[in-house]
């Protein structure tokens, strides 16, 4: 995990996200949104009027009951037996917009009070209204390898691992999240990519006119692609029964 000095905070990257999938049935997506980049101890306060366009509420992460993301974050961690990452924290995940949020996923970039990186936490939801956590430790190249515990995808079963690379984003944001499957096929790709932007009120405003109702858009265009894939003849996958929203699995990259 690769020590490189913060971005400036908070920032908005304005991103592409691109899923690819190879078996059993070839498809490629790609969607524009915007990310907020944010310091879990100094979240924005915006002027008034903008408010509705973003809001960081602690209901929408982890256990959903903690009185801040800060809170529930160290709650996490706690459980997970990390006791270092007391320091700056970094959060890249979708603000509420007009009352309504959904982050496919969200990162979190952990450091000691020294400014050392101590370990990522990527909190995944799914359309279902379950959320999961995975505590990574990526190595000197930013990737990390972890186990699929969660039912994400209605097209894929809970199997294979994942394969992260997770740089702290800087000037540009670029990551990548790979399912690789024991039987070494890689079924599905996704990047997401782009570019900083200081979090100013007119740079918001510009993101939200460009993509209206973003996170609502978010939610919707997988419900769209999940019914071109059914119709493309993939079937559902039984859903497993709900689990722990905690994992204590972690490794680093390998080749």
Request: glycine letters at 6%.
């Amino acid at each position: 995990m690769t020590g490189i000095a913060p971005p400036p905070v908070p920032a908005l990257y304005e991103t592409e996200v691109a899923h690819t999938r190879v078996t059993p049935v070839p498809y490629a997506l790609r969607h524009r949104t915007y990310l907020w980049l944010v310091d879990l101890d100094d979240l924005p306060v915006l002027p008034r009027p903008l408010r509705p366009f973003a809001r960081f509420d602690p209901r929408d992460h982890f256990d959903g009951d903690a009185p801040s993301l800060r809170a529930g974050l160290d709650a996490y961690l706690a459980a997970q037996g990390v006791r270092d990452a007391d320091g700056q924290v970094l959060m890249l995940a979708h603000a509420r917009v007009l009352g309504y949020v959904f982050n496919p996923l969200t990162l979190y970039w952990c450091h000691d009070r020294a400014g050392r990186p101590v370990c990522v936490v990527a909190e995944v939801h799914n359309t279902y209204g379950g959320r999961h956590c995975y505590l990574l430790r990526p190595d000197a190249r930013d990737r990390a390898d972890v186990a699929k515990e969660f039912y994400v995808s209605p097209f894929l079963d809970v199997e294979g691992a994942y394969r992260m690379r997770l740089p702290l984003p800087g000037p540009r944001l670029d990551l990548t999240v790979q399912l690789r499957h024991p039987d070494g096929s890689r079924p599905l790709t996704a990047t997401v990519r782009g570019a900083h932007r200081p979090a100013r009120p007119r740079t918001l405003l510009a993101a939200a006119l460009r993509h209206p109702w973003s996170t609502a858009a978010v939610a919707i265009g997988i419900r769209r692609h999940g019914i071109r894939l059914y119709l493309k003849g993939l079937r559902v996958r039984p859903r497993p029964q709900p689990r722990s929203r905690t994992t204590s699995t972690v490794q680093e990259g390998t080749p």
